[in-house]
């Protein structure tokens, strides 16, 4: 069993609540536009931490993480990609993927916009952490945590940071 702390979209702004939020999990997962090393670097000292590089990302970012990255979690295939879309709108830089192999956990960032949604045609379950940084156009920032247990993926929740 693996508790999982996903955030996106920090765009090099750190936040000392990522620490008290994922410091009771095994993981730290981040679906990119990470913003600098800086904030990679702070999170992998609390967790192990897993990553993609976003559309704002360069330099030492893009070559320490790529911009797909798919594992295993316990008895979960997870895919990871930080432009990605929804269940039913994928990103066409993603879809080719996912319908050719899908996911049993498709994570993605850059809209913002916290969603959970499971995709039935595929039988996946999509999140979308939101963002966790203070730049963009949302008005509350957002992080999740989740559990993986063998195949199962449950007791997700939705931490609100604030404006």
């Not at 911009?67 to 990605?84: N, S």
Request: proline letters at 3%.
């Amino acid at each position: 069993m693996k508790r999982i702390g996903l955030l996106s979209d920090t765009h090099g702004h750190w936040d000392d609540r990522y620490e008290k939020y994922f410091s009771e999990c095994d993981e730290i997962w981040h679906a990119g536009d990470i913003g600098n090393m800086e904030v990679a670097d702070r999170l992998a000292q609390i967790k192990p931490l897993r990553a993609v590089y976003g559309n704002i990302d360069s330099g030492n970012v893009r070559i320490k993480f790529s911009e797909k990255y798919r594992f295993k979690c316990e008895d979960v295939d997870v895919l990871m990609k930080h432009i990605g879309g929804y269940p039913g709108n994928y990103d066409s830089s993603i879809r080719g993927s996912i319908f050719a192999r899908p996911p049993k956990l498709f994570i993605s960032g850059h809209s913002h916009i916290l969603r959970v949604m499971y995709d039935k045609t595929l039988n996946l379950l999509h999140i979308n952490p939101g963002a966790a940084g203070i730049y963009g156009f949302h008005k509350t920032r957002t992080l999740v945590r989740f559990t993986i247990d063998g195949a199962e993926i449950k007791d997700l929740e939705v931490i609100e940071l604030g404006e």
